[in-house]
C-alpha cells in the first residue's frame, strides 16, 4: 500500500513546515500549501488522501477553503481534518455546512492526528 498523501494548508509557514516533517517522519507523503489559493495551484496531478486544513487564515478562512474544495472534482471526496486552535464547539456548526470531516486541536499531541489520519484516509492503491 502506497504511503498516506497528506495535503497541509496553513498559512503560518513555521508550523506547516514542522507538520509536514513529522507527516514524513510518521511515514506519510507531504506537502505544504501557504493558504487555500495555494492548495488549489499545487499540481493536479497530485490528489492527496487528506487535507489538514488550518481555520484562522488571513485571506481566505478554512471554511471558505473546505466550501471551495467540495465544489472541485478534484477534493470533492477528500477528507478534510480541521486542524486549528479554535475550540471544537466553536467551529462545529460551519464546520459541517462546509463539509469538514474531522477536528483536531493545534498543540494536542501527534499521535492522536497520526491516529485521525490513518481512519480517514481511504486505502488507495498505485
Known amino acids: 500500500m502506497p504511503p498516506v498523501a497528506v495535503l497541509i494548508v496553513d498559512d503560518d509557514d ?6 509536514a516533517a513529522a507527516m514524513m517522519a510518521y511515514g506519510c507523503r507531504a506537502r505544504v ?13 497530485w490528489v492527496p488522501h487528506v487535507v489538514i ?10 471554511f471558505s477553503v473546505a466550501k471551495s474544495m467540495r ?16 475550540a471544537e464547539a466553536e467551529i462545529m456548526e460551519r464546520g459541517i455546512e462546509a463539509e469538514i470531516d474531522a477536528y483536531y486541536r493545534k498543540g494536542e499531541p501527534l499521535h492522536g492526528l ?10 488507495r492503491y498505485l
Open 33 to 45: 500549501a501557504a493558504g487555500g489559493r495555494a492548495a488549489f495551484a499545487i499540481p493536479e496531478s
Open 71 to 86: 465544489g472541485s472534482i478534484r477534493f470533492a471526496r477528500v477528507p478534510i481534518l480541521a486542524h486549528t486552535s479554535l
Open 14 to 19: 513555521a508550523m506547516a513546515n514542522a507538520l
Open 114 to 123: 497520526f491516529r485521525m489520519i490513518e481512519y480517514l484516509a481511504p486505502v
Open 53 to 62: 486544513l488550518d481555520i484562522e487564515m488571513p485571506e481566505w478562512d478554512g
